[in-house]
């Protein structure tokens, strides 16, 4: 198991522990202190790392995060253990999820910054302006809790919001404050670079799993993917035996037990080196599992025709089985519709399910009738990675 506590941190345990949301994939928040207003024109001295733990530890502990890092010097302190909550984003009401928690891990990092600090005479406009010292270690550290290296909001470069609940509920990944549905902050408007290469393969004899991604026939493999090709993939894994580094899964984000499962296929197909590194290729993907899946799109049009003709009609009877499949499948992985039921027909089992998804969404009474809505169904598609049409 990861490390609870990031290596080489002060740990300032403050205790309340709270366990995360575990339906939702693995996310990291970025944020800034931002505790003073500069601006070019009037620089403001950095307040210290000792102040801002001395805050957190103190008054400011119900906003307080995982990890106050001063970028200057390199120093962390810790103060929830990484599978806790911690406090730092807002959680309204009206939220769809607890936001502190919507993940797996939900680890929060607040960066001694703001825009314009004056420290040691010279003025820093942006985080990544800084020596970033000790993100390498902080990188690593929430890396090995299967955080995968991508923004799926896009990498934070102002201080602009960019909020979608569909994205935040579904993809793993690096999450700006300023990407937080409910939350008004903007910040951090700069992060660093992943230290751990996402573009290409890892050196001969690196012990760490290939951390880059391929396409193939439109989709992405490999590590910090998404999308149901990922699940896909790894169901076909462990239904061929090559299951054994998962711990929970398989779901929609590649990880490095899918890599380190992957790999283990490829070495059984005669692969080695640099060929059995546990990213797809082409030959391989179609032997696992005898096609190339490609990109997905659902016809509202199409799927409401079928769920009002196929209750009706004989036992299994199809009008647009492949799509209604698709979503049929999405009611199962939302645990609302057994998997024996998913066959393409919209039976009386696939209106009940997602008549389930319907109240889900919050609609009631004859709005949950099982028969999909523009809404319902895009908001299925975003969840589970595909395309609706009108």
């Known amino acids: 198991m990861p490390e609870l506590w990031l290596p080489g941190a002060e740990i300032h345990d403050l205790g309340d522990h709270a366990p995360t949301d575990q339906q939702y994939p693995p996310k990291a928040i970025a944020h800034i202190t931002w505790d003073r207003n500069a601006t070019a024109a009037a620089?403001?001295?950095?307040?210290?790392?000792?102040?801002?733990?001395?805050?957190?530890?103190?008054?400011?502990?119900?906003?307080?995060?995982?990890?106050?890092?001063?970028?200057?010097?390199?120093?962390?302190?810790?103060?929830?253990?990484?599978?806790?909550?911690?406090?730092?984003?807002?959680?309204p009401a009206q939220s769809p999820t607890r936001t502190n928690r919507a993940g797996r891990v939900v680890i929060q990092i607040e960066a001694v910054f703001f825009p314009y600090c004056r420290y040691q005479?010279?003025?820093?406009?942006?985080?990544?302006?800084?020596?970033?010292?000790?993100?390498?270690?902080?990188?690593?550290?929430?890396?090995s809790w299967g955080v995968p290296d991508v923004w799926p909001m896009g990498r934070p470069t102002d201080f602009s919001s960019h909020r979608d609940e569909g994205v935040w509920e579904t993809r793993g990944g690096w999450y700006a404050h300023a990407h937080v549905p409910f939350n008004d902050h903007t910040d951090p408007g700069s992060w660093p670079a992943f230290t751990a290469g996402s573009g290409s393969p890892p050196p001969p004899g690196d012990s760490t799993p290939a951390r880059y991604q391929v396409g193939i026939n439109g989709l992405a493999y490999g590590y910090g993917a998404h999308g149901y090709q990922v699940t896909t993939v790894g169901r076909a894994l462990v239904g061929h035996g090559f299951g054994v580094h998962y711990h929970s899964g398989p779901g929609p984000d590649w990880t490095d037990a899918d890599t380190e499962n992957y790999a283990d296929y490829q070495r059984s197909l005669g692969y080695t080196g640099q060929a059995a590194d546990g990213v797809p290729g082409e030959a391989s993907l179609r032997r696992l599992l005898g096609y190339l899946p490609g990109p997905r799109t659902v016809s509202l049009a199409h799927v409401v025709a079928a769920a009002r003709s196929d209750p009706g009609g004989e036992q299994g009877h199809l009008t647009y089985g492949a799509e209604v499949a698709i979503v049929e499948q999405a009611l199962a992985d939302e645990g609302l519709l057994e998997q024996r039921w998913v066959d393409g027909s919209y039976g009386s089992s696939t209106v009940t399910a997602y008549a389930g998804?319907?109240?889900?969404?919050?609609?009631?009474?004859?709005?949950?009738?099982?028969?999909?809505?523009?809404?319902?169904?895009?908001?299925?598609?975003?969840?589970?990675?595909?395309?609706?049409?009108?």
């Open 121 to 143: 005479g010279a003025v820093y406009p942006r985080l990544v302006d800084t020596p970033c010292a000790g993100w390498d270690r902080i990188h690593a550290w929430i890396s």
């Open 43 to 91: 620089p403001q001295d950095w307040c210290s790392y000792e102040d801002l733990v001395g805050y957190f530890t103190g008054s400011g502990a119900g906003d307080a995060p995982h990890l106050v890092w001063d970028p200057f010097s390199g120093r962390a302190t810790q103060l929830f253990p990484a599978d806790s909550r911690s406090k730092s984003l807002l959680s």
């Open 357 to 390: 998804w319907q109240r889900r969404c919050g609609y009631t009474a004859g709005a949950a009738d099982g028969i999909p809505g523009r809404d319902s169904l895009h908001r299925l598609g975003a969840a589970w990675d595909f395309a609706v049409t009108d």
